[in-house]
């Protein structure tokens, strides 16, 4: 079994709501999971905290939903900053108005008001409309007093998230505990926020999700905008996670390289041995992503629209949710192909969908990982994807799939046909895709996050006494 070093481990997101942001909950709770496997805090795992401002029923809500699904180990360690600023006898907490100071809400802004159970205000969080960059203003986050009176106010969403990890580590160490504290960042949002903690007890690492470049995505493509300030800050967390070797290359090369970036794959399952046909649709392909303009999911569906007059048995079933749902609805019916392909929704059983398929596709213009991709290899289902960056050409680059120039629908065609129809190629590629996906279970996942924590508690903060972000 891995052993992770003597520490406390947090996991911090922005959010984690159930069927909200695609894979990235999904890999999120499974990390969490995963370390809960490998022993961390004794089998309960870290804890999972949450800085959206939704209510405490809603939060009550979104546990009992991913317990139902066993996607949490202990629904109790599932913490949110403005369930815990709430008092019972009004007004925001203790740890709260104490980390204020004299202030008062801005008037040229407009505010939001989250309240306690008691509907009074707790917490009035500035609304900086139309910005992207929204979590970085300073403008005052007011914090009320048991009377509905303004008590103080915080610099900003980054102070305001300060405050309470502050909080929370200072319960953990209550009763002199001086084990060190590992916090793994899940959302670049927070990342850019957290690097002004100089608490010397905790290392920061921050994991991440997808890409970094805009098209055509290639090494040397323009940043994403929202990436470019990260860039700025990356070098004082204690390790940054990336998912795979080639997008760890690509920034290295790039940015200079350093020893904080280590590669630490999302973990999924991969079966036993080679799942038999027994289960499997001939001619059943699916899709498991967001309905969302970077999946290309109208390429899908006119490589299809191909692939009938070939195969006429083939059907694509898409699962899952998104803005471009109508918009691929009424690309569906426009190709009279709606007895073929059909929008699914959600799905809470994607293990399921994926041992019944004969084929997983992805058309997607870039992954960070792919989560979905993974988990069809893990099943034995041959996967079809365009040659993108960077999850894709790396899963495949081992074997379990058949990879297409980027953007070619006419050979993404030719793929599935093959697939679909050649029994022989078929099971070769269910072999492969299996020992492929071992290559990213759990074991290796949490192997390489266990010596990542090691490394960065041998090291001392790289945040120590540096000057507030």
């Known amino acids: 079994m891995t052993a992770f070093p003597d520490a406390e481990y947090l996991v911090v997101s922005s959010r984690l709501i159930p069927d909200h942001d695609g894979g990235y909950t999904l890999a999120t709770l499974a990390r969490a999971r995963q370390m809960a496997a490998a022993g961390v805090h004794d089998g309960a795992g870290p804890l999972l905290l949450t800085v959206d401002p939704g209510s405490v029923a809603d939060h009550a809500r979104h546990r009992a939903a991913f317990a139902g699904r066993d996607l949490v180990v202990d629904p109790d360690r599932m913490r949110n900053l403005f369930d815990e600023a709430s008092d019972p006898r009004g007004g925001a907490a203790m740890w709260l108005r104490g980390a204020t100071h004299p202030g008062d809400r801005d008037p040229a802004l407009e505010y939001r008001e989250v309240t306690d159970a008691a ?26 007093d048991a009377h509905g009176e303004v008590a103080g106010v915080l610099d900003g969403f980054g102070a305001l998230y300060r405050a309470w990890l502050a909080h929370v580590v200072a319960e953990l160490r209550a009763g002199g505990s001086d084990r060190p504290v590992v916090v793994i960042c899940e959302s670049r949002q927070l990342g850019e926020l957290l690097v002004g903690w100089d608490d010397p007890g905790v290392r920061l690492v921050h994991a991440i999700h997808t890409v970094h470049l805009e098209p055509p ?6 940043l994403n905008p929202l990436w470019s300030r990260w860039f700025t800050v990356a070098e004082q967390f204690d390790a940054v996670l990336w998912p795979t070797a080639a997008q760890r290359a690509d920034v290295a090369e790039r940015f200079g390289d350093s020893d904080i970036h280590v590669v630490v794959p999302h973990g999924v399952p991969s079966a036993a041995s080679v799942p038999g046909d027994s289960e499997r649709v001939p001619g059943r392909v699916v899709m498991l992503n967001r309905l969302a303009p970077g999946k290309r999911l109208d390429h899908a569906v006119r490589a299809f629209a191909a692939l009938v007059e070939r195969v006429p048995n083939a059907t694509l079933d898409i699962y899952g949710d998104g803005p471009e749902r109508d918009r691929l609805q009424e690309a569906i019916d426009a190709a009279w192909l709606g007895a073929h392909v059909v929008l699914r929704g959600a799905t809470s059983d994607p293990g399921r969908v994926l041992r019944e398929a004969s084929a997983y596709l ?22 079809v994807a365009y040659a993108a960056p960077y999850g894709p050409r790396e899963l495949l680059g081992r074997g379990g799939g058949i990879l297409v120039k980027d953007g070619d629908e006419a050979a993404l065609t030719d793929a599935l046909e093959q697939v679909l129809t050649d029994p022989e190629l078929h099971h070769r590629l269910s072999v492969e895709a299996v020992q492929s996906a071992r290559a990213v279970d759990p074991d290796h996942a949490m192997a390489a996050l266990a010596q990542a924590a090691s490394d960065v508690l041998a090291r001392p903060s790289r945040r120590a006494a540096a000057p507030d972000a």
Not at 217 to 222: K, Q, R
Not at 362 to 383: F, H, K, N, R
Request: one cysteine or more; proline letters at 11%.
């Open 119 to 144: 509907g009074r205000p707790t917490v009035a969080l500035p609304v900086i409309a139309g910005d992207p960059d929204w979590h970085i203003s300073d403008a005052p986050v007011a914090v009320y």
């Open 217 to 222: 995505y290639a090494p040397d493509s323009a």
């Open 362 to 383: 992805s058309t997607s213009a870039y992954e960070g990982q792919g989560l979905s991709i993974v988990e069809a290899l893990a099943d034995g289902c041959p996967v």
